[in-house]
C-alpha cells in the first residue's frame, strides 16, 4: 500500500513527506515489516524528498530506556530524514521553498510531566493538564514562526470531534488528551496534519485551517469494512492551506450473511 503512496506522490511531484506516526501496527515489528519500510524510506531519501516522521502509540518504546519502533532510522542519519519523538518545531527545505513544522509525538505523561508532578492528581486533571500544555506550546510555535513561510501541524493524538471507526471506540483511552479543534486553527496555522484516528476526516468542514485525518492505509478490523482508505496531497501556502484525497485500493474486508434459522445442525 505504501508503494501505491509514494509512486502516486512522486508522479505529482511532491516537495515533501509528512508521516503522522504509527508505522507499524505494534512497537515489536518483524524484520520482513522493518525491511519493507526501510525499502520505502530509502527511496523517498534517494529522490531528495524531505520526510517528517512522528511517533505515534504504536511506535513508543515498550519500556524505559529502549528506543521506539522508528529511531533507528533517525541513528542512520539519513539526509532529509527527520524522526521526532518529543515536542518540537523544524524547519525544512524543500524544492519549493521552506516549511515549519509544529510536531507533536504521541503525548505520554512521562515526556510532560515528572512523576512528582502527577502523583496527588486525578486521572481527569492529568488529562486536562496535558491538553493544556499542547494547546499552549502550539500557541508558543505559532508566535516564533516566519509569517513568510506556510506553517503545518504534523500530531498523533485525538481531537474531540474526531469520527471513531470500528475497535476505537473502545480502544481510545479515557486518560488520553484530546484537543479541541480550536487549538488546531488558531491564526497562523496553514494545515493540521493528524494521526491516531483510523477514518479519513476533515475536522474543519471546508473551513481554514483545514484539519485532516486522512486516516489509514489499510483497513484494520470490520468496524472499517466501509471505510474509504487513502492518502492525502497538500498544498500549502501562507494563510492558505489545500488538499486532495487519493483513494488507495487496499484489501477489502466482507461480511458475509447466511441464515441458518431453518437447518437443523447448523
Same mark, same amino acid.
Given at each position: 500500500t505504501l508503494e501505491q503512496v509514494l509512486d502516486q506522490a512522486f508522479e505529482l511531484g511532491i516537495d515533501a513527506?509528512?508521516? &503522522?506516526?504509527?508505522?507499524? %501496527? =505494534?512497537?515489536?515489528?518483524?524484520?520482513?515489516q522493518e525491511r519493507e519500510l526501510a525499502r520505502h !524510506?530509502?527511496?523517498?531519501?534517494?529522490a531528495r524528498v524531505p520526510l517528517v516522521m512522528i511517533v505515534g502509540n504504536?511506535?513508543?518504546?515498550?519500556?524505559?530506556?529502549?528506543?521506539? &519502533?522508528?529511531?533507528?532510522? %533517525? =541513528?542512520?542519519?539519513?539526509?532529509?530524514?527527520?524522526?521526532?519523538?518529543?515536542?518540537?518545531? !523544524?524547519?525544512?527545505?524543500?524544492?519549493?521553498?521552506?516549511?515549519?513544522?509544529?510536531?507533536?509525538?504521541y503525548p505520554t505523561r512521562h515526556k510532560l510531566f515528572t512523576r512528582e508532578d502527577v502523583r496527588q492528581l486525578s486521572e481527569d486533571r492529568i488529562r486536562q493538564m496535558m491538553e493544556e500544555i499542547l494547546t499552549q506550546f502550539i500557541t508558543?510555535?505559532?508566535?516564533k514562526k516566519n509569517p513568510s513561510e506556510p506553517l503545518v501541524i504534523l500530531a498523533h493524538l485525538a481531537v474531540s470531534e474526531a469520527n471513531l471507526s470500528g475497535t476505537e471506540r473502545m480502544m481510545l483511552l479515557a486518560e488520553?488528551?484530546?484537543l479541541l479543534p480550536s487549538a488546531l486553527?488558531?491564526?497562523?496555522?496553514?494545515?493540521?496534519?493528524?494521526?491516531h484516528i483510523h477514518r479519513f476526516q476533515d475536522l474543519s468542514r471546508g473551513e481554514q485551517p483545514p484539519v485532516v485525518y486522512p486516516g489509514a492505509l489499510e483497513r484494520i478490523d470490520f468496524g472499517?469494512?466501509?471505510?474509504?482508505?487513502?492518502?492525502?496531497i497538500v498544498d500549502v501556502e501562507p494563510g492558505r492551506g489545500r488538499y486532495q484525497f487519493f483513494p488507495l485500493a487496499c484489501r477489502s474486508f466482507v461480511t458475509i450473511e447466511i441464515d441458518l434459522t431453518e437447518e437443523d445442525n447448523p
Open positions: 513527506v509528512l508521516f &503522522a506516526g504509527d508505522a507499524y %501496527r =505494534t512497537n515489536r515489528p518483524t524484520p520482513t !524510506i530509502e527511496r523517498i531519501g534517494r504504536h511506535d513508543l518504546p515498550p519500556g524505559p530506556g529502549q528506543a521506539s &519502533a522508528i529511531e533507528v532510522f %533517525r =541513528t542512520l542519519k539519513l539526509p532529509n530524514i527527520h524522526v521526532i519523538d518529543r515536542p518540537e518545531m !523544524i524547519r525544512i527545505e524543500t524544492r519549493r521553498g521552506p516549511l515549519q513544522v509544529v510536531c507533536i509525538p508558543n510555535e505559532i508566535e488520553e488528551p484530546k486553527t488558531q491564526s497562523g496555522i496553514d494545515y493540521a496534519a493528524l494521526g472499517e469494512e466501509k471505510d474509504k482508505k487513502g492518502f492525502v
